[in-house]
């Protein structure tokens, strides 16, 4: 099996692919087209400014790329927020997979903190990506902005407002966490998308 990560100018990239090298699973960082259509699955992980990043993807031809992926996809953080229809973040269109918008935290008291960061648990819905977890199950969270919860919308967490902590429109799935860096659940879930 080839996993495919996609290369653009996002951070926190290497977590995803040391990942998955303790999975035993091979990957490959590529922004090339043919590798990506070629993948058995690809990963769209990443951290940045949503933008910056939608500018970089038009350029390299990369958005169309993937929206053309017909495999397992899996966003994770930016990732999710690309894939989705508009971003606040810069005033942005996105890919457009998922038609949602992406919406910044506002604090409604002086526990609030902008970014949400840290552990915190997920609601799933069932969906494979989560078999085997449960709504006591933590991962890691680092993001400003968030998706409300929608017709994609497989997992949801509780921070200031409910949010999408997980999207999934056919092979498209998407995590607003990073389970790369969520320990043992974070493993699970890695595991189920590799057996997708």
């Given at each position: 099996m080839k996993v495919a990560i996609v290369k653009y100018n996002a951070g926190n990239i290497s977590s995803v692919m040391h990942a998955l090298d303790r999975l035993g699973v091979e990957c490959v960082l590529t922004d090339s087209h043919e590798d990506l259509c070629s993948a058995d699955k690809v990963i769209f992980p990443g951290v940045g400014e949503a933008a910056t990043t939608m500018r970089y993807l038009q350029e390299h031809r990369l958005d169309e790329t993937i929206k053309g992926l017909k495999q397992p996809v899996l966003g994770i953080c930016l990732g999710l927020q690309l894939m989705c229809r508009h971003s606040d973040e810069g005033?942005?269109?996105?890919?457009?997979?998922?038609?949602a918008p992406v919406v910044r935290f506002h604090s409604?008291?002086?526990t609030d903190?902008?970014?949400?960061?840290?552990?915190?648990?997920?609601?799933?819905d069932g969906n494979s990506l989560f078999k085997g977890l449960s709504n006591r199950d933590f991962v890691y969270f680092v993001h400003s902005y968030y998706v409300p919860?929608?017709?994609w919308t497989i997992a949801t967490t509780?921070?200031?407002?409910?949010f999408s902590s997980a999207l999934r429109k056919g092979?498209?799935?998407?995590t607003q966490f990073h389970p790369e860096k969520s320990g043992p659940t974070?493993?699970?879930i890695l595991q189920?998308?590799?057996a997708i």
């Open positions: 005033d942005v269109n996105c890919l457009g997979i998922f038609d409604k008291n002086q903190k902008v970014p949400h960061m840290g552990w915190n648990t997920i609601n799933p919860p929608c017709d509780e921070y200031i407002v409910p092979n498209f799935m998407a974070g493993v699970r189920n998308f590799i």
